[in-house]
Nanobody
Framework: QVQLVESGGGLVQPGGSLRLSCAAS????????MGWYRQAPGKQRELVAR???????DYAEFVKGRFAISRDNAKKTVHLQMNSLKPEDTAVYYC???????????????WGQGTQVTVSS
């Protein structure tokens, strides 16, 4: 079984910063990609940022220049540094990993439970 523990969400004023973390554990052989998605009330879940095991990154246009994703392969963790936060960044942020259980096995997706980020004065 796989566990994802997310942390770092909370309430922050506009212009402030937060750092989200997601730690994976359990029956994981390797993780290809780790990422963060978000879902605001009444909206669809959307990609925020993701990173491969080689360090290749993708960012949504609305966070470029403000957010930075990083990962520690040895610790199976991914971080999202969020700066210059705006009220429209308010959402539940979810961690997603794409992983294998065994070498050369199938790839699976696994979602975290989500962590609330609220940007408000």
């Amino acid at each position: 079984q796989v566990q994802l523990v997310e942390s770092g969400g909370g309430l922050v004023q506009p212009g402030g910063s937060l750092r989200l973390s997601c730690a994976a554990s359990g029956k994981i052989f390797s993780i290809y990609r780790m990422g963060w998605y978000r879902q605001a009330p009444g909206k669809q879940r959307e990609l925020v940022a993701r990173i491969t095991d080689d360090g290749d990154t993708d960012y949504a246009e609305f966070v470029k220049g403000r957010f930075a994703i990083s990962r520690d392969n040895a610790k199976k963790t991914v971080h999202l540094q969020m700066n210059s936060l705006k009220p429209e960044d308010t959402a539940v942020y979810y961690c997603l990993i794409e992983f294998q259980v065994i070498v050369a096995g199938s790839w699976f997706d696994y979602w975290g439970q989500g962590t609330q980020v609220t940007v408000s004065s």
